[in-house]
């Protein structure tokens, strides 16, 4: 098991980065569920336009849902606290 060894001692340093956020960031950095979650929201609403006639339409789907998400993190909650990552500074 030299090899992985080897690649598990190369990667400490980057699987270990998170522990350098506070510690109420922490739980959610471990989870990629917000990504999922928005991941489906752009599936679902690409099936049902089903065929595009072009890849800027595309882009301009992708686009909406991403800024609705935006602004939904932006006014509704804080997935990280203000005050907890100006702790990290």
């Known amino acids: 098991w030299p090899k992985l060894s080897a ?9 270990l980065a998170y522990m350098s956020f506070p510690a109420p960031h922490r739980t959610k950095l471990h989870s990629t569920n917000t990504l999922e979650r928005l991941n489906k929201e752009v599936k679902r609403r ?15 789907l992708i686009g909406a849902v991403l800024l609705e998400a935006n602004d939904e993190w932006q006014m509704q909650h804080r997935y990280m606290g203000v005050e907890a990552m100006a702790e990290m500074l």
């Not at 690649?7 to 699987?15: F, G, I, T």
């Not at 690409?46 to 301009?60: C, H, L, Q, T, Y």
């Open 7 to 15: 690649l598990m001692d190369d990667s400490e340093d980057d699987v």
């Open 46 to 60: 690409a099936d049902v336009v089903g065929i595009f006639p072009s890849e800027a339409s595309i882009v301009r």
